[in-house]
């Protein structure tokens, strides 16, 4: 294929994902924005192929591994429940930056392969593409890797923190760049693979300091710092598909990790720089055992929201746990035939990743016109009759505007509180992710609903 012609089909390519990334912004136009990705991911690879030309034996490993890749991927694509959404996310983003890091060695101890020069006279802006790639890439691969682990429980997802490590971490930044610029003069292999190891470590180093509350936006800045690598590397090849949906995707990623911190009341350079300046995400408050707390069961809850005017749904992680979408579903249509007004209540980090709320909601079917934001619902609590809250947590902790030592404080949560009954399920009075108690619950009008959420939400449905 002619460069003009693969430049051209590049370009298609380019203007699907542009398409692809503007229809995934709206839950109703988030299927056709997949369809527009999957058919400029196909049209890349396919043109990628046609423009290397004859690969040799070598094209027949090149289509088994990707049978082989393609294959895990849609089998766990098929398997994961949306609970594991989040860990699985930041899975992936390892292997993004981990295939960053193999090409730039590829291209490292084989230049003459990408038409970069010879080993020991590489060209310079290629060097400089490389080494920013691989080290980007090794960034998000061990903290895709420390992320997924905490978001899986098998690290403690609590705040990681030592004397010195902020002062650790910016020594270790000047390193990398100070070796960048001398692989550029000396094009040694020994301080390429330097900047890979530095970079694997600072990873690590980045991600440990930031707690469980701020692992939405985690999420979102790996994603950026895995479409970065993808760009480097996309230089490197001089592939420009590669270079516009790296682009694409690290500017979008970081784009939406400022969403997510200024939606949580986070400052985006705290996180991007490892938690710089975050508050110990300890619990302040009250011992819980002090504190009265009025429980109910179904029959309360079906009798409340029965005889109520409007309801506001507010899910949270709990639901996404419980697999509790479809009877939450059900149970809204049986108060819609009693006239009851419902409506629902995304906050923008409820779940484990931003979306995650929409997706669970979207698979049970709920009109997306039912469906709001923090912005576009909170001053309709004062005037709703019942808020049930089925699962979330930290975003309706009234604490984040009234103690200032919270780790929450200043978070924008949903006035929940303002609700003349509020219904919150949840198997017990144990902290939310960030860690510390909920005032809520101890509330004069909140009625604790002590259950799993699906089986509590059946059970109303049953009492309605």
Not at 142 to 158: D, H, T
Not at 196 to 206: M, Q
Not at 434 to 447: E, K, S, V
Request: hydrophobic share 50%; charged share 15%.
């Amino acid at each position: 294929m002619s460069a003009n012609l693969s430049a051209l089909f590049y370009l298609i390519s380019g203007i699907l994902f542009i398409l692809a990334l503007r229809g995934l912004s709206s839950p109703e136009t988030s299927r056709q924005g997949n369809y527009f990705g999957i058919a400029g991911m196909v049209i890349s690879i396919v043109v990628t192929f046609l423009t290397v030309g004859n690969l040799g034996p070598g094209f027949i490993y090149v289509l088994i591994f990707l049978l082989i890749g393609g294959t895990i991927g849609a089998f766990i694509a098929f398997k994961i429940p949306m609970t594991a959404m989040p860990e699985l996310v930041a899975g992936f983003h390892s292997l993004v930056g981990l295939a960053a890091v193999f090409v730039a060695i590829s291209a490292f101890l084989k230049p003459e392969a990408f038409n970069l020069g010879i080993v020991g006279n590489i060209k310079l802006a290629s060097l400089i593409e490389m080494s920013l790639g691989a080290a980007i890439g090794a960034i998000t691969f061990s903290g895709s890797i420390i992320a997924f682990l905490k978001l899986r429980g098998i690290m403690s997802g609590s705040p990681v923190t030592f004397k010195g490590q902020h002062l650790i971490n910016l020594i270790l930044g000047l390193a990398i760049i100070f070796l960048i610029y001398y692989l550029c003069i000396s094009q040694s292999s020994n301080v390429f693979w330097s900047i890979v190891l530095i970079s694997f470590i600072v990873g690590v180093l980045l991600i440990i300091p930031i707690g469980g509350a701020d692992m939405p936006v985690v999420i979102s800045m790996l994603n950026s710092y895995s479409g970065w690598a993808a760009a480097g590397i996309g230089f490197t090849l001089e592939n420009t598909a590669l270079i516009i949906t790296g682009a694409l995707v690290g500017s979008s990623g970081a784009i939406l990790s400022y969403i997510m911190c200024k939606g949580m009341n986070r400052s985006f350079f705290n996180v991007i720089l490892g938690g710089w300046g975050a508050t110990d995400q300890t619990s302040v408050s009250k011992s819980k055992e002090q504190k009265p707390v009025k429980s109910g069961n179904a029959d309360d809850a079906a009798f409340l929201m029965k005889n109520a005017s409007s309801v506001i749904i507010v899910p949270g992680y709990g639901m996404a746990v419980a697999q509790a979408q479809h009877a939450l579903r059900e149970m809204v249509d049986s108060l819609k035939k009693n006239g009851v007004k419902v409506s629902y209540a995304i906050h923008p980090v409820a779940g484990r990743m931003p979306g995650h709320m929409n997706v669970l909601l979207a698979e049970a079917n709920v009109p997306y016109d039912e469906v709001f934001e923090l912005e576009e619902i909170n001053n309709d609590f004062a005037n709703c009759d019942v808020a049930y809250v089925i699962g979330a947590n930290d975003v309706t902790n009234p604490v984040a505007k009234s103690d200032p030592q919270s780790p929450i404080y200043g978070m924008p949560v949903l006035d929940v509180e303002k609700s003349k009954s509020v219904l919150f399920v949840k198997r017990s009075l144990s902290p939310g992710y960030a860690g510390i108690d909920n005032d809520l619950f101890y509330r004069d009008n909140t009625l604790m609903l002590f259950a799993d959420a699906k089986k509590m939400t059946e059970d109303i449905i049953k009492s309605l």
